[in-house]
């Protein structure tokens, strides 16, 4: 591996890495861009430290397997993607989320290095990572019993004026069309005019 350039890391990274990231601080005008990729392009400060985060991983990997920068491909990247998915002790057990993740900070860094003129190519910008969409809904379905009971919560005993306007909306999806149907009418009667009364 090449020797760590001699560049001072931004206060706002410091102690984020136990180690200096060898891959990509191989020399001044690499360390200089990689450095500028978290400060200058990223001003949220949860996302520039997830992102060197995986760089911090991604620069661990490449160590162990004695590649530097330049040597880095995208069956490199690709690999390194699919060990982060992988269940100890043969990955990092990574959920799905959490890989893509770290696969977009890759390919982004990488971009920010192409265009730095630090490398010739993005090695992770045909990498694909895993497929993961969240099919199942968190907003609760209840029944007609469950509805009413409800609806109940929080009624005085005094009378109330007619209509559903004074009852208090229930976050569940149950019977769509009839709710829709009554915040049309809820609309309609905001904006009509009002009838003009005949005076005689």
């Known amino acids: ?109 990488f971009d920010w290095l192409v265009v730095g003129h630090v490398l010739d190519t993005n090695p992770a910008h045909a990498v694909r990572g895993p497929k993961y969409s969240q099919k199942k809904g968190k907003t609760p379905v209840l029944d007609r019993g469950e509805v009413r009971a409800r609806t109940r919560i929080g009624r005085s005993r005094r009378r109330r004026p007619r209509g559903n306007g004074n009852r208090r909306h229930v976050p569940a999806v149950h019977e769509t069309s009839q709710y829709l149907r009554w915040q049309a009418r809820k609309m309609i009667a905001a904006i009509r005019p009002p009838r003009p009364r005949c005076t005689g």
């Open 1 to 109: 591996m090449d020797e760590v350039a001699a560049i001072s890391q931004p206060r706002v990274l410091a102690g984020l890495a136990p180690k200096p990231l060898a891959v990509f601080l191989w020399d001044e005008s690499a360390a200089e861009r990689f450095f500028g990729f978290f400060t200058a392009n990223h001003q949220n400060k949860n996302t520039r430290w997830a992102y060197f985060k995986a760089a911090c991983r991604f620069s661990d990997w490449c160590e162990g397997g004695g590649r530097n920068l330049a040597e880095v491909k995208p069956p490199h990247v690709a690999a390194h993607v699919e060990w982060l998915g992988k269940v100890d002790p043969e990955g990092q057990g990574l959920s799905k989320p959490t890989v893509k993740q770290h696969r977009a900070a890759l390919r982004m860094l």
